[in-house]
């Protein structure tokens, strides 16, 4: 079950929020626990039982470590930590890793081993991080140990961050477990919070999925220079409009809850440079990998050269912890060339550069990264590379011409929609309007912006709605990563 679709939007969320709302305090939390695992269930029950299992295993982990922490047995309280992390990097890396490795082998093996083609479970990525950032920061002291089982669970399992994050680290949420209170206000901004995710993912990621799409699969007498770039525009916006639409459909769903999940995204692709945009993309997940992996194999501390091999650890396991292909390893160590650069000089220069030349530098290579990250078979990406450069293909073709001119208009309008210009706009409206009208106090003033927001916060939702009712192209890229 994903949110972008109507079994979600017109059965179990009301359910669960209307009967959540209702419920007593002291029983919210487990019937988010059933409800949330009524969701993971709906379309992978059997893999229900491995999330049960970390979570079961690393919450006994966390009662160990905290014990012996308590007990001052520092060396036994290691070994437990150890263990639980050894436990959740191997459930990850067999669902997920397992069949790519063993075709590494077979490049070098004599007798060919089978693949052993198990599925993988939606979201193991995210909960995984979230179980083993748990763990270490019982360790670390930071938190302490949960001693109810269903809480744990709960902040594990807990549907709306479950598929696709934010990664939500235990220290982050451990207050409003129990001392989360619901307001109308939050429920209400919440919910707005959520229609335009729900927006984001249904109108804008969707429709240029569907031209990428169109383009990534065009014949060859179809190629153009043209078409390349204007796919690898469309898939710039779809994994944007995708996953940021995700991100605020669950801190949405989490305000409305009463809990208060971490930004995952701050208008990455006004970045000037691909430094900026890495503290703007995915926030939650650069700052684990920080916190977890970097920092621990020494950051910055060791000299330079350690420095550099610790970049490079960090961004090979970024990129194979959004899949299992060479692609992604490839997209990581991308991205590591391209900071390493702009740590070592090119930051620098471009602090002297006009903001417009900045900023177009980050795009260009943000555009190229997302063709890496998109094509899976290294015979597309080579071949679609090919076209970016004009290899063997014209500038232009009438494919290519029709395609840009039919989908122009959104994806101007996508354009705007990724910065803060559409907010700017709105708010300097509301400021001329109370200019020309001094006696509107406060108060009026607030509503006026209230039935604005309240407005497009119907419309969209009641488009949302029409475009999964008729059955349009509904993808979500995240959801097996």
């Known amino acids: 079950m994903v949110f972008s679709s109507i079994i979600f939007l017109c059965v179990f ?10 419920c007593p305090a002291g029983l919210r939390n487990i019937l988010l626990l059933v409800a949330s695992l009524v969701f993971y269930a709906w379309g992978e029950p059997v893999y229900i039982l491995v999330m049960l299992f970390s979570t079961f295993f690393n919450y006994l982990s966390g009662r160990l470590v905290y014990m012996f922490k308590n007990r001052l047995m520092p060396k036994q309280a290691k070994t437990v930590l150890v263990i639980s992390i050894i436990e959740s990097i191997a459930v990850l890396f067999l669902f997920k890793y397992t069949d790519f490795f063993i075709q590494m082998v077979n490049m070098f093996s004599i007798k060919e081993i089978p693949l052993i083609g198990i599925a993988l479970p939606a979201g193991i990525s995210f909960y995984t991080f979230q179980i083993m950032s748990y763990t270490i920061d019982v360790y670390r002291g930071r938190v302490e140990a949960q001693k109810n089982i269903i809480d744990f ?10 598929i ?6 235990y220290e982050q949420v451990a207050a409003d477990i129990h001392g989360r209170k619901l307001e109308w206000q939050n429920i209400a901004l919440g919910f707005q919070r959520f229609v335009t995710g729900l927006g984001k993912k249904v109108i804008f990621a969707n429709m240029t999925g569907a031209l990428w799409e169109d383009i990534y699969n065009a014949s060859a007498a179809d190629i153009s220079v043209l078409l390349a770039w204007l796919g690898a525009v469309a898939y710039t916006f779809q994994i944007y409009f995708d996953f940021s639409g995700y991100s605020d459909m669950a801190i949405g769903m989490g305000q409305m809850l009463g809990f208060d999940f ?11 440079s691909i430094t900026e945009f890495w503290r703007r993309w995915h926030i939650s997940l650069s700052t684990w990998f920080k916190e977890y992996v970097y920092i621990p194999l020494g950051g910055n501390r060791k000299g330079l050269p350690r420095q550099v091999v610790n970049l490079f650890i960090v961004w090979v396991l970024t990129g194979l912890w959004h899949g299992a292909a060479w692609n992604f390893v490839i997209w990581g160590i991308y991205f590591f060339v391209l900071l390493l ?3 070592w000089f090119l930051l620098g220069i471009l602090q002297k550069v006009p903001k417009i030349i900045r900023h177009l530098y980050a795009l260009l290579f943000i555009v190229i990264g997302w063709v890496v990250f998109a094509c899976e078979d290294s015979g597309a990406l080579v071949s679609y590379f090919k076209a970016l450069a004009g290899a063997g293909v014209p500038l232009a073709s009438d494919f290519a011409v029709y395609k840009l001119y039919t989908h122009i ?8 929609a990724c910065t803060k210009l559409p907010k700017r706009f709105m708010f300097k409206i509301e400021a001329m309007y109370a200019a020309k009208h001094p006696a509107i106090d406060k108060f009026y003033g607030e509503k006026i912006h209230f039935w604005i927001i309240s407005a497009f916060t119907f419309i969209t939702l009641i488009l949302s709605i029409a475009l999964l009712v008729s059955g349009s192209y509904n993808p979500f890229l995240y959801f097996r990563f």
């Open 13 to 22: 969320m009301p359910i669960v929020f209307i009967t959540y709302f209702l």
């Open 153 to 162: 669970a709960m902040y594990v399992c807990m549907f709306p961050q479950l």
């Open 164 to 169: 696709a994050g934010p990664v939500v680290r």
């Open 262 to 272: 971490p930004e995952n995204f701050n208008y990455p692709y006004q970045s000037e």
């Open 341 to 343: 650069i702009e740590k």
């Open 409 to 416: 208009i959104l994806l101007l309008i996508m354009a705007l």
